[in-house]
T-cell receptor, first 114, second 114 residues
């Protein structure tokens, strides 16, 4: 199936731990994103990569580090997890040319920090 | 910068009622406009889009018209069903210094009762 797939779907971990979320797309898109959705459903962009190059880096704590080994993959590593990091994290991809295209989203990773 | 404002929710309707969710935007240039839907426990799905003024996007009985003069993109459906219960997001995408970033409104929770 053509899609954006994220793993894991659920992640429960203790404060202070380090964790990673992986994302892969097989749509042939050249741009990938990480969004954070808080408990009120508000969506905020965190990072964007275009052909493995970081192009958007919003105000995000430097405990969050994205990595894009190739244009089909974008991973998110989080160090020293805090309670406030609990949220749903969505990966998305799109074509970069023009603004007529929407994004295709993964199904999300629900991170709970206890 | 770009911004999207949606009507406050949650919205509760009876089946077969008429739905309107208001959306207004602020953007430089000529953005493309989108409506996304998020069903419980799932990622965001593109519902419809419009890429220039006076365009009408439509899908699954939902419609929205790109109104440049009022900077609006209101979502409508003539007769909602219980299965339409979800969170609806208005969004815009423009180029330039925003790097094609998709900017979301705050989301509107819709609940439809039988």
């Amino acid at each position: 199936d053509t899609a954006v797939s994220q793993t894991p779907k659920y992640l429960v971990t203790q404060m202070g731990n380090d964790k990673s979320i992986k994302c892969e797309q097989n749509l042939g898109h050249d741009t990938m994103y990480w969004y954070k959705q808080d408990s009120k459903k508000f969506l905020k962009i965190m990072f964007s990569y275009n052909n493995k190059e970081l192009i958007i880096n919003e105000t995000v704590p430097n405990r969050f580090s994205p990595k894009s080994p190739d244009k089909a993959h974008l991973n998110l590593h989080i160090n020293s997890l805090e309670l406030g990091d609990s949220a749903v994290y969505f990966c998305a991809s799109s074509k970069s040319q023009g603004t007529n295209y929407g994004y295709t989203f993964g199904s999300g990773t629900r991170l709970t920090v206890v | 910068g770009n911004s999207v404002t949606q009507m406050e929710g949650p919205v509760t309707l009876s089946e077969e009622a008429f739905l309107t969710i208001n959306c207004t935007y602020t953007a430089t240039g000529y953005p493309s406009l989108f409506w996304y839907v998020q069903y419980p426990g799932e990622g965001l799905q593109l519902l419809l889009k419009a890429t220039k003024a006076d365009d009408k996007g439509s899908n699954k009985g939902f419609e929205a018209t790109y109104r440049k003069e009022t900077t609006s993109f209101h979502l409508e459906k003539g007769s909602v069903q219980v299965s339409d219960s979800a969170v609806y997001f208005c969004a815009l995408r423009s180029g330039g210094t925003s790097y094609g970033k998709l900017t979301f409104g705050q989301g509107t929770i819709l609940t439809v009762h039988p």
